[in-house]
């Protein structure tokens, strides 16, 4: 397992830190909400991500395997997710809440949730290219979520405060609501990645 862990590592950073639906999403919420309000949509995603990687390290992936338009189903409600939240960004108030739209960041449950209607082939491939046949299942699978967790508690913080600094930019509501537009118009675009 040693041997491993330099590329699971590797692997695990472009993951992390690769622009997709999460991280534009983190970002607005920086951006939209500050960084305390935003605590729990990055302890949802960091929720998601460990019992995903868990459920998939210990079989999940064979039930995707056997009736694959199950993974169709999640991927769809991914996609409707995704413009539900483009939605909600477009129409958030400004960052001091004052806007019409009574706004608010992801719940826990709401990202942990959105990481399961996320699910990629690459979850797939990390479980098939880090674990072995005939290998100990429980070690391979602790590594793999413990190396993800901790490369992506950084990233999650990173892409928040980000939206925070942009959000320390924007003085005028007009500002306010382009960038709220080129967020949702970023989110809805990620739709695509979800069927790639």
């Given at each position: 397992m040693p041997d491993t862990l330099i590329p699971?590592?590797?692997?695990?950073?472009?993951?992390?830190?690769?622009?997709g639906p999460n991280t534009i999403m983190l970002t607005a919420s920086g951006q939209a909400f500050g960084f305390r309000r935003s605590i729990p949509h990055m302890a949802g995603i960091m929720v998601g991500v460990v019992t995903l990687f868990t459920a998939f390290g210990f079989g999940l992936a064979q039930v995707f395997a056997l009736y694959p338009d199950l993974h169709k189903i999640l991927r769809v409600a991914g996609a409707v997710y995704l413009l539900y939240l483009a939605w909600r960004i477009l129409r958030a108030g400004d960052p001091a809440?004052?806007?019409?739209?009574?706004?608010?960041?992801?719940?826990?449950?709401?990202?942990?949730?959105?990481?399961?209607?996320?699910?990629?082939?690459?979850?797939?491939?990390?479980?098939?290219a880090f674990t072995t046949v005939g290998g100990n299942q429980m070690a391979e699978v602790t590594l793999i979520v413990g190396v993800f967790t901790l490369v992506t508690i950084p990233s999650v913080v990173i892409y928040v405060l980000f939206g925070v600094a942009i959000r320390t930019l924007l003085k005028s509501e007009r500002s306010r609501r382009i960038v709220n537009a080129i967020m949702a118009a970023l989110v809805a675009l990620s739709v695509i990645l979800l069927f790639i």
């Amino acid at each position: 397992m040693p041997d491993t862990l330099i590329p699971l590592a590797l692997f695990s950073l472009a993951g992390a830190y690769t622009p997709g639906p999460n991280t534009i999403m983190l970002t607005a919420s920086g951006q939209a909400f500050g960084f305390r309000r935003s605590i729990p949509h990055m302890a949802g995603i960091m929720v998601g991500v460990v019992t995903l990687f868990t459920a998939f390290g210990f079989g999940l992936a064979q039930v995707f395997a056997l009736y694959p338009d199950l993974h169709k189903i999640l991927r769809v409600a991914g996609a409707v997710y995704l413009l539900y939240l483009a939605w909600r960004i477009l129409r958030a108030g400004d960052p001091a809440g004052n806007g019409e739209t009574k706004a608010r960041p992801l719940t826990l449950v709401e990202a942990a949730a959105f990481q399961w209607v996320n699910v990629k082939a690459l979850t797939v491939g990390v479980m098939s290219a880090f674990t072995t046949v005939g290998g100990n299942q429980m070690a391979e699978v602790t590594l793999i979520v413990g190396v993800f967790t901790l490369v992506t508690i950084p990233s999650v913080v990173i892409y928040v405060l980000f939206g925070v600094a942009i959000r320390t930019l924007l003085k005028s509501e007009r500002s306010r609501r382009i960038v709220n537009a080129i967020m949702a118009a970023l989110v809805a675009l990620s739709v695509i990645l979800l069927f790639i």
